[in-house]
Protein backbone atom coordinates (compact mmCIF):
# COMPACT_ATOMS: atom_id res chain seq x y z
CA UNK A 1 0.00 0.00 0.00
CA UNK A 2 2.87 2.52 0.89
CA UNK A 3 4.68 1.58 -1.94
CA UNK A 4 1.41 2.18 -4.23
CA UNK A 5 0.86 5.80 -2.48
CA UNK A 6 4.85 6.96 -3.33
CA UNK A 7 4.06 5.49 -6.96
CA UNK A 8 0.98 7.65 -6.91
CA UNK A 9 3.15 10.14 -5.37
CA UNK A 10 5.71 10.39 -7.95
CA UNK A 11 3.53 10.53 -10.96
CA UNK A 12 1.81 13.34 -9.40
CA UNK A 13 4.50 14.89 -8.91
CA UNK A 14 5.78 14.17 -12.20
CA UNK A 15 2.00 15.50 -13.96
CA UNK A 16 2.44 18.88 -12.10
CA UNK A 17 5.80 19.33 -13.49
CA UNK A 18 5.07 18.58 -16.89
CA UNK A 19 2.08 21.00 -16.24
CA UNK A 20 4.09 23.55 -15.29
CA UNK A 21 6.56 22.84 -18.19
CA UNK A 22 3.62 22.91 -20.48
CA UNK A 23 2.32 25.97 -19.60
CA UNK A 24 5.31 27.84 -19.51
CA UNK A 25 5.99 26.38 -23.02
CA UNK A 26 2.64 27.68 -24.09
CA UNK A 27 3.59 31.09 -22.52
CA UNK A 28 6.63 31.61 -24.25
CA UNK A 29 5.18 30.98 -27.28
CA UNK A 30 2.58 33.45 -26.94
CA UNK A 31 4.98 36.13 -26.09
CA UNK A 32 6.64 35.03 -29.69
CA UNK A 33 3.57 35.88 -31.78
CA UNK A 34 3.80 39.35 -30.45
CA UNK A 35 4.21 41.57 -33.61
CA UNK A 36 7.04 43.94 -34.39
CA UNK A 37 4.27 46.88 -33.47
CA UNK A 38 2.92 45.40 -30.60
CA UNK A 39 7.03 45.19 -29.47
CA UNK A 40 7.50 48.67 -30.49
CA UNK A 41 4.75 50.12 -28.20
CA UNK A 42 5.60 48.25 -25.26
CA UNK A 43 9.11 49.57 -25.17
CA UNK A 44 7.42 53.30 -25.35
CA UNK A 45 5.18 52.37 -22.77
CA UNK A 46 8.66 50.94 -20.60
CA UNK A 47 10.18 54.36 -21.16
CA UNK A 48 7.15 56.05 -19.82
CA UNK A 49 6.36 53.99 -17.41
CA UNK A 50 9.77 54.66 -15.78
CA UNK A 51 8.55 58.44 -15.85
CA UNK A 52 5.37 57.44 -14.30
CA UNK A 53 6.92 55.28 -11.80
CA UNK A 54 9.85 58.14 -10.74
CA UNK A 55 6.41 60.76 -10.08
CA UNK A 56 4.38 58.36 -8.09
CA UNK A 57 7.19 58.11 -5.67
CA UNK A 58 8.62 61.39 -5.50
CA UNK A 59 5.67 63.99 -6.72
CA UNK A 60 4.04 64.17 -3.56
CA UNK A 61 6.93 64.22 -1.48
CA UNK A 62 8.43 66.57 -3.04
CA UNK A 63 4.69 68.77 -2.76
CA UNK A 64 5.01 68.03 1.17
CA UNK A 65 8.54 69.54 0.82
CA UNK A 66 7.32 72.36 -0.89
CA UNK A 67 4.97 72.73 2.42
CA UNK A 68 1.44 71.20 1.01
CA UNK A 69 -0.30 69.37 3.13
CA UNK A 70 -2.22 66.48 2.22
CA UNK A 71 -5.49 67.76 1.12
CA UNK A 72 -3.84 70.38 -1.47
CA UNK A 73 -2.20 67.26 -2.88
CA UNK A 74 -5.07 65.08 -3.51
CA UNK A 75 -6.25 68.47 -5.27
CA UNK A 76 -3.57 68.21 -6.92
CA UNK A 77 -3.41 64.79 -8.30
CA UNK A 78 -6.66 65.01 -8.70
CA UNK A 79 -6.98 68.15 -11.46
CA UNK A 80 -4.34 65.45 -13.56
CA UNK A 81 -7.37 62.83 -13.14
CA UNK A 82 -9.74 65.73 -14.50
CA UNK A 83 -7.44 66.56 -17.54
CA UNK A 84 -7.66 62.67 -18.26
CA UNK A 85 -11.55 62.13 -17.91
CA UNK A 86 -12.21 65.44 -19.92
CA UNK A 87 -10.45 64.76 -23.10
CA UNK A 88 -11.15 60.65 -22.98
CA UNK A 89 -13.85 60.11 -25.02
CA UNK A 90 -13.03 62.75 -27.55
CA UNK A 91 -9.41 61.51 -27.84
CA UNK A 92 -11.03 57.70 -28.42
CA UNK A 93 -12.93 58.85 -31.40
CA UNK A 94 -9.86 61.26 -32.71
CA UNK A 95 -8.13 57.73 -32.72
CA UNK A 96 -10.58 55.99 -34.27
CA UNK A 97 -10.24 58.30 -37.49
CA UNK A 98 -6.75 59.39 -37.65
CA UNK A 99 -3.09 57.20 -37.75
CA UNK A 100 -2.33 56.47 -34.22
CA UNK A 101 1.78 57.44 -34.83
CA UNK A 102 1.26 61.12 -34.86
CA UNK A 103 -0.86 61.37 -32.40
CA UNK A 104 1.15 59.69 -30.09
CA UNK A 105 4.67 61.20 -30.67
CA UNK A 106 2.46 64.88 -30.60
CA UNK A 107 1.00 63.69 -27.01
CA UNK A 108 4.35 62.29 -25.93
CA UNK A 109 5.91 65.73 -26.56
CA UNK A 110 3.10 67.75 -24.97
CA UNK A 111 3.54 65.32 -21.77
CA UNK A 112 6.88 66.12 -21.58
CA UNK A 113 6.59 70.08 -21.57
CA UNK A 114 3.79 70.12 -19.81
CA UNK A 115 5.44 67.91 -16.62
CA UNK A 116 8.83 70.07 -16.80
CA UNK A 117 6.88 73.07 -15.77
CA UNK A 118 4.75 71.59 -13.26
CA UNK A 119 7.80 70.47 -11.52
CA UNK A 120 9.10 74.06 -12.11
CA UNK A 121 6.33 76.15 -10.32
CA UNK A 122 5.56 76.12 -6.79
CA UNK A 123 2.04 78.03 -6.72
CA UNK A 124 -1.11 76.68 -6.15
CA UNK A 125 -2.76 77.90 -9.32
CA UNK A 126 0.11 76.91 -11.92
CA UNK A 127 0.69 73.62 -10.36
CA UNK A 128 -3.51 73.20 -10.53
CA UNK A 129 -3.22 74.24 -14.54
CA UNK A 130 -0.21 72.18 -15.64
CA UNK A 131 -1.05 68.65 -13.63
CA UNK A 132 -4.63 69.53 -15.74
CA UNK A 133 -2.85 69.84 -18.82
CA UNK A 134 -0.61 67.35 -18.22
CA UNK A 135 -3.24 64.97 -17.88
CA UNK A 136 -5.14 65.68 -21.10
CA UNK A 137 -1.60 65.24 -23.17
CA UNK A 138 -1.33 61.64 -21.37
CA UNK A 139 -4.91 60.76 -22.20
CA UNK A 140 -4.18 60.08 -25.52
CA UNK A 141 -1.28 57.60 -24.56
CA UNK A 142 -3.91 55.47 -22.28
CA UNK A 143 -6.74 55.67 -24.46
CA UNK A 144 -4.83 54.23 -27.86
CA UNK A 145 -3.33 50.96 -26.07
CA UNK A 146 -6.38 48.77 -25.56
CA UNK A 147 -7.31 49.55 -29.16
CA UNK A 148 -3.44 49.40 -30.49
CA UNK A 149 -3.25 45.78 -29.14
CA UNK A 150 -6.51 44.63 -30.43
CA UNK A 151 -5.57 45.94 -33.91
CA UNK A 152 -1.82 43.92 -33.50
CA UNK A 153 -2.69 40.53 -32.28
CA UNK A 154 -4.72 37.97 -32.61
CA UNK A 155 -6.69 35.89 -29.88
CA UNK A 156 -4.02 33.59 -29.52
CA UNK A 157 -1.74 35.65 -27.92
CA UNK A 158 -3.81 38.84 -26.75
CA UNK A 159 -4.60 37.60 -23.01
CA UNK A 160 -0.88 37.08 -22.66
CA UNK A 161 -0.07 40.65 -24.43
CA UNK A 162 -2.54 42.88 -22.12
CA UNK A 163 -0.92 41.16 -19.31
CA UNK A 164 2.83 41.25 -21.00
CA UNK A 165 1.82 45.43 -21.15
CA UNK A 166 0.88 45.61 -17.48
CA UNK A 167 3.65 43.77 -16.63
CA UNK A 168 6.10 46.10 -18.37
CA UNK A 169 4.60 49.63 -16.63
CA UNK A 170 5.65 47.21 -13.06
CA UNK A 171 9.02 46.49 -14.64
CA UNK A 172 9.18 50.54 -15.69
CA UNK A 173 8.36 50.89 -12.19
CA UNK A 174 11.13 48.80 -10.55
CA UNK A 175 13.89 50.67 -13.19
CA UNK A 176 11.84 54.57 -11.86
CA UNK A 177 12.25 53.16 -8.33
CA UNK A 178 15.62 52.23 -8.19
CA UNK A 179 18.15 54.03 -7.18
CA UNK A 180 15.80 57.30 -7.71
CA UNK A 181 14.77 57.98 -3.77
CA UNK A 182 19.11 57.88 -3.20
CA UNK A 183 19.26 60.22 -6.32
CA UNK A 184 17.25 62.90 -4.51
CA UNK A 185 19.70 62.42 -1.88
CA UNK A 186 22.05 62.50 -3.51
CA UNK A 187 21.55 65.81 -5.38
CA UNK A 188 20.16 67.41 -2.62
CA UNK A 189 23.58 67.18 -0.45
CA UNK A 190 25.46 68.24 -3.73
CA UNK A 191 23.29 71.52 -4.67
CA UNK A 192 22.55 72.10 -0.38
CA UNK A 193 18.69 72.21 -1.40
CA UNK A 194 16.52 68.88 -1.28
CA UNK A 195 13.65 70.69 -2.73
CA UNK A 196 16.34 70.87 -6.25
CA UNK A 197 17.27 67.19 -5.45
CA UNK A 198 13.43 66.15 -6.28
CA UNK A 199 13.07 68.53 -8.91
CA UNK A 200 16.27 67.40 -10.83
CA UNK A 201 15.13 64.01 -10.48
CA UNK A 202 11.40 64.19 -11.82
CA UNK A 203 13.33 65.93 -14.41
CA UNK A 204 15.56 63.12 -15.46
CA UNK A 205 12.45 60.79 -15.36
CA UNK A 206 10.86 63.24 -17.86
CA UNK A 207 13.99 63.17 -19.86
CA UNK A 208 13.67 58.95 -19.97
CA UNK A 209 10.26 59.74 -21.25
CA UNK A 210 10.83 61.45 -23.98
CA UNK A 211 13.21 58.86 -25.09
CA UNK A 212 9.74 56.60 -26.26
CA UNK A 213 9.49 58.91 -28.95
CA UNK A 214 12.19 56.37 -31.03
CA UNK A 215 10.25 53.51 -30.74
CA UNK A 216 6.66 55.32 -31.44
CA UNK A 217 8.30 56.73 -34.69
CA UNK A 218 8.94 53.55 -35.62
CA UNK A 219 5.48 52.09 -35.29
CA UNK A 220 4.00 50.96 -39.04
CA UNK A 221 0.37 50.95 -38.26
CA UNK A 222 -2.51 50.70 -40.70
CA UNK A 223 -4.97 53.45 -40.54
CA UNK A 224 -8.37 52.67 -38.71
CA UNK A 225 -10.68 50.17 -40.10
CA UNK A 226 -13.77 50.95 -41.84
CA UNK A 227 -15.08 49.40 -38.49
CA UNK A 228 -13.13 51.21 -36.06
CA UNK A 229 -14.25 54.43 -38.02
CA UNK A 230 -17.93 53.91 -36.37
CA UNK A 231 -17.28 55.17 -33.32
CA UNK A 232 -20.24 57.16 -32.33
CA UNK A 233 -22.49 58.03 -29.27
CA UNK A 234 -25.96 57.33 -31.61
CA UNK A 235 -29.29 56.98 -30.00
CA UNK A 236 -29.10 53.26 -31.12
CA UNK A 237 -25.97 52.23 -30.26
CA UNK A 238 -26.60 53.02 -26.29
CA UNK A 239 -30.28 51.52 -26.64
CA UNK A 240 -28.38 48.63 -27.82
CA UNK A 241 -25.05 48.60 -25.72
CA UNK A 242 -25.58 50.73 -22.89
CA UNK A 243 -26.85 48.53 -20.53
CA UNK A 244 -23.33 46.75 -21.17
CA UNK A 245 -21.01 50.18 -21.22
CA UNK A 246 -23.08 51.09 -17.31
CA UNK A 247 -21.86 48.15 -15.99
CA UNK A 248 -18.54 47.93 -17.31
CA UNK A 249 -17.92 51.07 -15.93
CA UNK A 250 -19.59 50.64 -12.70
CA UNK A 251 -17.20 48.06 -11.42
CA UNK A 252 -14.64 49.83 -12.76
CA UNK A 253 -15.69 53.52 -11.21
CA UNK A 254 -15.86 51.71 -7.92
CA UNK A 255 -12.51 50.36 -7.67
CA UNK A 256 -10.86 53.49 -8.89
CA UNK A 257 -13.02 55.28 -6.30
CA UNK A 258 -11.39 52.73 -3.39
CA UNK A 259 -7.95 52.97 -5.13
CA UNK A 260 -8.39 56.64 -5.42
CA UNK A 261 -8.51 57.32 -1.93
CA UNK A 262 -5.14 55.80 -0.57
CA UNK A 263 -2.92 54.82 -3.24
CA UNK A 264 -1.66 58.23 -4.35
CA UNK A 265 -0.48 58.65 -1.15
CA UNK A 266 1.33 55.74 -0.07
CA UNK A 267 4.69 57.23 -0.42
CA UNK A 268 3.02 59.60 2.50
CA UNK A 269 2.35 56.90 4.66
CA UNK A 270 5.47 55.39 5.00
CA UNK A 271 6.77 58.68 5.63
CA UNK A 272 4.24 59.88 7.90
CA UNK A 273 3.78 56.77 9.52
CA UNK A 274 7.43 55.11 10.43
CA UNK A 275 9.30 58.35 9.77
CA UNK A 276 11.34 56.75 6.30
CA UNK A 277 13.63 58.92 4.00
CA UNK A 278 12.64 58.58 0.37
CA UNK A 279 15.71 55.91 -0.27
CA UNK A 280 14.28 53.80 1.61
CA UNK A 281 10.64 53.93 0.83
CA UNK A 282 12.13 54.04 -3.42
CA UNK A 283 13.70 50.29 -1.92
CA UNK A 284 9.63 49.25 -0.75
CA UNK A 285 8.14 50.51 -4.28
CA UNK A 286 11.01 48.56 -6.00
CA UNK A 287 9.81 45.50 -3.92
CA UNK A 288 5.76 46.54 -4.54
CA UNK A 289 6.82 46.87 -8.32
CA UNK A 290 7.98 43.18 -8.20
CA UNK A 291 5.27 41.32 -6.40
CA UNK A 292 3.22 43.27 -8.81
CA UNK A 293 5.39 41.82 -11.73
CA UNK A 294 4.93 38.61 -10.36
CA UNK A 295 1.37 38.87 -10.10
CA UNK A 296 0.60 40.10 -13.34
CA UNK A 297 2.67 37.68 -15.31
CA UNK A 298 1.02 34.75 -13.20
CA UNK A 299 -2.77 36.30 -14.78
CA UNK A 300 -2.65 34.17 -17.77
CA UNK A 301 -1.86 30.74 -15.91
CA UNK A 302 -5.22 31.75 -13.65
CA UNK A 303 -7.06 32.43 -16.08
CA UNK A 304 -6.49 29.52 -18.19
CA UNK A 305 -7.88 28.05 -14.86
CA UNK A 306 -10.75 29.60 -13.39
CA UNK A 307 -11.61 32.28 -16.37
CA UNK A 308 -11.59 36.34 -16.81
CA UNK A 309 -14.36 36.99 -14.34
CA UNK A 310 -13.35 34.44 -11.64
CA UNK A 311 -9.46 35.51 -11.57
CA UNK A 312 -10.27 39.60 -11.49
CA UNK A 313 -12.91 39.02 -8.42
CA UNK A 314 -10.85 36.28 -6.50
CA UNK A 315 -7.28 37.79 -6.67
CA UNK A 316 -9.52 41.55 -5.59
CA UNK A 317 -10.90 40.16 -2.45
CA UNK A 318 -7.87 37.83 -1.51
CA UNK A 319 -5.89 41.18 -1.23
CA UNK A 320 -8.22 42.73 1.61
CA UNK A 321 -7.07 41.13 4.56
CA UNK A 322 -3.05 42.43 3.76
CA UNK A 323 -5.51 46.21 3.08
CA UNK A 324 -6.26 45.79 6.94
CA UNK A 325 -2.73 44.91 7.70
CA UNK A 326 -1.90 48.39 6.35
CA UNK A 327 -4.84 50.10 7.86
CA UNK A 328 -3.84 48.90 11.72
CA UNK A 329 -0.74 48.09 11.91
CA UNK A 330 2.58 49.94 12.95
CA UNK A 331 5.12 47.19 12.66
CA UNK A 332 7.13 47.87 9.75
CA UNK A 333 8.10 44.07 9.60
CA UNK A 334 4.36 43.66 9.09
CA UNK A 335 3.52 46.37 6.85
CA UNK A 336 6.35 45.41 3.77
CA UNK A 337 5.17 42.13 3.40
CA UNK A 338 1.40 43.01 3.41
CA UNK A 339 2.07 46.06 0.87
CA UNK A 340 3.89 43.67 -1.39
CA UNK A 341 0.97 40.98 -1.43
CA UNK A 342 -1.77 42.96 -1.13
CA UNK A 343 -0.13 45.06 -4.55
CA UNK A 344 0.39 41.85 -6.22
CA UNK A 345 -3.02 40.25 -5.88
CA UNK A 346 -5.12 43.68 -6.41
CA UNK A 347 -3.03 44.32 -9.99
CA UNK A 348 -3.31 40.73 -11.36
CA UNK A 349 -6.84 41.36 -12.57
CA UNK A 350 -6.12 44.90 -14.14
CA UNK A 351 -4.66 43.90 -17.60
CA UNK A 352 -7.10 40.82 -17.13
CA UNK A 353 -10.56 43.22 -16.94
CA UNK A 354 -9.37 45.19 -20.13
CA UNK A 355 -8.97 42.55 -22.04
CA UNK A 356 -12.29 41.41 -20.95
CA UNK A 357 -13.38 44.64 -22.04
CA UNK A 358 -11.98 44.50 -24.83
CA UNK A 359 -13.15 40.87 -26.15
CA UNK A 360 -17.01 41.48 -25.13
CA UNK A 361 -17.27 44.82 -27.40
CA UNK A 362 -17.92 44.82 -31.13
CA UNK A 363 -14.96 45.69 -33.16
CA UNK A 364 -16.45 49.06 -33.40
CA UNK A 365 -16.66 50.17 -30.37
CA UNK A 366 -13.40 48.91 -29.00
CA UNK A 367 -12.06 52.39 -28.68
CA UNK A 368 -15.39 53.58 -27.02
CA UNK A 369 -15.06 50.89 -24.35
CA UNK A 370 -11.22 51.54 -23.58
CA UNK A 371 -12.12 55.11 -22.97
CA UNK A 372 -15.01 54.45 -20.80
CA UNK A 373 -13.14 52.26 -18.79
CA UNK A 374 -10.14 54.79 -18.44
CA UNK A 375 -12.81 57.60 -17.81
CA UNK A 376 -14.72 55.32 -14.88
CA UNK A 377 -11.29 54.77 -13.44
CA UNK A 378 -9.86 58.52 -13.62
CA UNK A 379 -13.13 60.05 -13.17
CA UNK A 380 -13.62 58.28 -9.93
CA UNK A 381 -10.46 59.70 -9.31
CA UNK A 382 -11.12 63.48 -9.66
CA UNK A 383 -13.54 62.82 -6.49
CA UNK A 384 -11.72 60.35 -4.26
CA UNK A 385 -7.88 61.28 -4.69
CA UNK A 386 -9.43 64.79 -3.40
CA UNK A 387 -11.19 63.34 -0.54
CA UNK A 388 -8.41 60.79 0.23
CA UNK A 389 -5.85 63.77 0.61
CA UNK A 390 -8.41 65.61 2.99
CA UNK A 391 -9.45 62.47 4.66
CA UNK A 392 -5.59 61.36 5.92
CA UNK A 393 -5.23 65.26 6.68
CA UNK A 394 -8.14 65.47 9.47
CA UNK A 395 -8.87 61.72 10.08
CA UNK A 396 -5.61 59.73 9.63
CA UNK A 397 -5.06 56.63 7.24
CA UNK A 398 -6.88 53.77 9.13
CA UNK A 399 -9.97 55.42 8.31
CA UNK A 400 -9.11 56.27 4.70
CA UNK A 401 -7.98 52.65 4.15
CA UNK A 402 -11.07 51.50 5.81
CA UNK A 403 -13.48 53.31 3.27
CA UNK A 404 -11.08 51.88 0.29
CA UNK A 405 -11.63 48.55 1.32
CA UNK A 406 -15.53 48.50 1.76
CA UNK A 407 -15.35 50.05 -1.56
CA UNK A 408 -13.06 47.44 -3.35
CA UNK A 409 -15.27 44.87 -2.01
CA UNK A 410 -18.43 46.17 -3.36
CA UNK A 411 -16.54 46.24 -6.90
CA UNK A 412 -15.55 42.79 -6.66
CA UNK A 413 -19.45 41.88 -5.76
CA UNK A 414 -20.78 44.11 -8.47
CA UNK A 415 -18.55 42.31 -11.03
CA UNK A 416 -18.91 38.97 -10.17
CA UNK A 417 -23.13 39.81 -10.13
CA UNK A 418 -22.94 40.92 -13.32
CA UNK A 419 -20.68 38.98 -15.47
CA UNK A 420 -20.08 35.36 -13.79
CA UNK A 421 -22.23 33.97 -16.42
CA UNK A 422 -20.58 35.89 -19.48
CA UNK A 423 -17.84 32.66 -19.70
CA UNK A 424 -17.75 29.26 -20.31
CA UNK A 425 -15.95 26.46 -20.13
CA UNK A 426 -13.78 25.19 -23.05
CA UNK A 427 -15.07 21.81 -23.70
CA UNK A 428 -12.18 20.75 -26.02
CA UNK A 429 -9.37 20.90 -23.34
CA UNK A 430 -8.45 23.42 -20.60
CA UNK A 431 -9.62 27.13 -19.86
CA UNK A 432 -12.37 29.27 -20.92
CA UNK A 433 -13.94 31.24 -23.77
CA UNK A 434 -16.26 34.04 -24.59
CA UNK A 435 -18.83 33.02 -26.61
CA UNK A 436 -18.29 35.02 -30.03
CA UNK A 437 -22.04 36.23 -29.68
CA UNK A 438 -21.41 37.77 -26.24
CA UNK A 439 -21.92 40.97 -27.20
CA UNK A 440 -24.91 40.74 -29.03
CA UNK A 441 -26.29 39.30 -26.12
CA UNK A 442 -29.30 42.15 -24.45
CA UNK A 443 -27.40 41.13 -21.08
CA UNK A 444 -24.23 42.72 -21.96
Known amino acids: MAKRQDGQGDRSAYGLRARIHRDLADYAASVRLFSRNARLYLLGSFLIGINFSVFQLLFNLYLKELGFVEGDIGVINSFRAVGMTAVAIPAAMLLSRMRLK??????????????????????????????????????????????????????????????FSFATHLFAGMAGSFGSGNLVTFLGDVTGDIVIGYRYTLWIGIGISLIALIPFALIKAAPPSAEENRISFSLDQLKRRGRFYVKITLANFLIGSGAGLIIPFLNLYYRDRFNLSPDMIGFYFILLSLG??????????????????????????????????????YALALVVPAFVIRGALMNMGV????????????KSEQGLVNALLMVSWTGSWMFSVALGGHCIESYGYTFTFNISIVLYILSSLVYWFFFRGVERRNVDGPGWHIPKDAHASRMY
Do not use: D
Not at 138 to 154: E, L
Not at 292 to 318: C, D, E, H, N, Y
Not at 351 to 361: A, C, K, Q
Open 102 to 163: PILLVSTVLFGVFSVVLTSVEHLEYLLGFAFLAGTAFSFYRVAGGPFYMRNSTRRERTHLFS
Open 292 to 329: MLIGTLSGPFLTKRLGLVRTIVWTQLASMPFMLVLSYS
Open 351 to 362: PISTNFGMELSE
